[in-house]
């Protein structure tokens, strides 16, 4: 079946400009995730959806992020007056939101330039 | 707070050498340990897993062994192909109340040369 899939897979923008990232989840995952890669850098958490609970928002670097995901399933992350320390790859993963371990199914990524 | 660190690369190895990558945690509880593969171009896929002490997760030739009295997860082969060359990334996850989040290491990139 169909993965996670993001889009646009590349997003060059200037400094200033709003951003916005989506994800498709895989169809039946309740739970949705978004991370940051830097260069040089692993994989920093941003935000989790489960179903309707309300998202946890605790890795959000600053107030200029936000995210939300409508209808339980497609996810669109905001960036705001984009910075050049911005520039990263941004992966959204997915999950059935099972407790326990719960493997997470990772998109290809959204790779955002901000010159 | 938790923590993976990895040895740091990039690895360059021959075609049919063995291959070690070094991963160590530091965690509040017992987590379960990941080590994800991203091939260049593409989104991380998990390559094997190991959710209590002393198990060993293998998949497509690599292993890796969770130890508790070392809090180590290191990911081995025993012979690397070309088709091997991708970033490496070790992860742990805490089951419990509002943990679900992956922590990751920085990551290895690996380079097989024929």
């Known amino acids: 079946g169909a993965g996670v899939s993001q889009s646009p897979s590349n997003k060059v923008t200037e400094k200033g400009k709003d951003v916005e990232l989506r994800c498709d989840p895989i169809?039946?995952?309740?739970?949705l995730y978004w991370y940051r890669q830097s260069l040089g850098q692993g994989l920093e958490f941003l935000i989790y959806f489960q179903g309707n609970s309300a998202p946890d928002k605790s890795g959000l670097p600053s107030d200029r992020f936000s995210a939300e995901r409508t209808g339980g399933s497609v996810s669109t992350l905001t960036i705001q007056r984009t910075q050049q320390e911005d520039s990263a790859v941004y992966l959204c993963?997915?999950?059935?939101?099972?407790?326990?371990?719960?493997?997470?199914?990772f998109g290809p990524g959204t790779r955002l330039t901000v010159t | 707070g938790d923590s993976v660190t990895q040895m740091e690369g990039p690895v360059t190895l021959s075609e049919e050498a063995f291959l070690t990558i070094n991963c160590t945690y530091t965690a509040t509880g017992y987590p379960s340990l990941f080590w994800y593969v991203q091939y260049p171009g593409e989104g991380l896929q998990l390559l094997l897993k190991a959710t209590k002490a002393d198990d060993k997760g293998s998949n497509k030739g690599f292993e890796a062994t969770y130890r508790k009295e070392t809090t180590s997860f290191h990911l081995e082969k025993g012979s690397v192909q070309v088709s091997d060359s991708a970033v490496y990334f070790c992860a742990l996850h805490l089951s419990g109340a509002g943990s679900y989040q992956l922590t990751f290491g920085k990551g290895t990139k690996l380079s097989v040369i024929p």
């Open positions: 169809s039946g995952h309740t739970a």
């Open positions: 993963a997915s999950s059935l939101g099972l407790a326990g371990v719960d493997e997470q199914y």
